[in-house]
């Protein structure tokens, strides 16, 4: 077995290839186009690889393309896993030919996941700008509202404010539609039989889960979405339920929190659930996150099933 691991930036991929013992036995700078990529792979020898590199927005995607091109294995590693390494090192240091060895080392413990042709499809990327977009507009919204309750007389200073809402809020129906429109159809359909997950949500939630395999259980799931709870410790102490850990895809989280405000209005089992927190003195955050989990959990069901989900009668459920 053959790992090298990348240190990628936007112009350059420095790479290492790891020793079993975890020591670096050739160092390699490869530009980052993807015809300097594809001439890097063909002189590797042809035995079992393994490529990784950390998630670094879009800079590793050419490098990740042309592996699965040639069926070689390429994990992703979590930015926080290196950083977590590097912690626990005595020298401290933090450099490009540094950090490919630390993701070297990462990749011998078998750190990483192993991308698929589902994950670089461009509707995860369009629908997630779509979203950042919408975002901006409700800021431009907001900041129209406030010159003209505050300087009423900053007409062409509000009119540019609108226009540009106006704009942002047309780019993102664009995109939105264009996604959804490279996500599954039948994907799509599965996760809107779900109560609180519409035409808008779906395609969201979908492309952001990608292969649904990948997942052993809902528990996995809600940790990717970030909304699993934070655990403190001290001593004997053990407190649970106190904030979501916020980690995974913010893109996931805001939609499987829209769906469950959703949901918990018209399910009758999430209703039920929704209403016997709030009369117990909960808050209306952490009990729409609950069942913003219990939805985790059936759109899993669902994908990995291939069936619609089926509303249940009404039950007491399980926080």
């Known amino acids: 077995m053959i790992i090298i691991a990348f240190d990628v930036s936007k112009l350059e991929l420095v790479g290492a290839r790891m020793q079993g013992a975890g020591r670096v036995a050739e160092r390699y ?155 599954s159809h039948t994907e799509r359909a599965l996760a809107q039989s779900i109560v609180g997950i519409g035409g808008e949500l779906a395609p969201v939630i979908v492309s952001e889960i990608g292969d649904p395999t990948r997942f052993k259980g809902g528990k996995q799931l809600v940790a990717y979405a970030g909304l699993d709870p934070k655990v403190k410790q001290s001593g004997k102490s053990l407190a649970r339920n106190t904030a979501i850990t916020k980690r995974g895809s913010p893109y996931l989280r805001r939609a499987l929190f829209i769906a469950a405000s959703v949901a918990q209005r018209y399910d009758p089992e999430l209703k039920a659930y929704y209403e016997k927190k709030r009369a117990e003195g909960k808050h209306y955050s952490p009990v729409t996150i609950a069942n913003a989990r219990h939805l985790a959990h059936r759109v899993l069901a669902v994908l990995k099933r291939g069936t619609p989900y089926v509303k249940r009668e009404l039950s007491t459920a399980q926080s």
Do not use: W
Not at 68 to 93: C, G
Not at 114 to 126: G, K, N, Q, Y
Not at 147 to 168: I, M, R, S
């Open 29 to 183: 700078i490869v530009v980052n186009t993807p015809e300097a990529i594809d001439q890097f792979l063909d002189t590797l020898p042809k035995k079992k690889i393994t490529i990784g590199s950390e998630a670094t927005a879009e800079y590793h995607l050419y490098l990740a393309r042309a592996c699965l091109a040639r069926s070689i294995p390429f994990k992703l590693i979590n930015p926080l896993i290196t950083k977590q390494f590097t912690r626990a090192t005595i020298r401290k240091r933090k450099t490009d030919r540094d950090d490919a060895e630390i993701i070297g080392k990462c990749l011998l413990q078998g750190a990483g996941r192993e991308l698929t042709s589902h994950d670089l499809m461009p509707a995860t990327r369009i629908l997630r700008t779509a979203c950042d977009l919408s975002q901006m507009a409700r800021t431009m919204h907001l900041k129209h509202k406030r010159f003209v309750e505050h300087f009423p007389e900053t007409t062409a200073v509000q009119a540019a404010l609108a226009e540009t809402e106006d704009a942002l809020r047309r780019a993102a129906r664009l995109l939105h539609s264009h996604g959804a429109g490279l996500v």
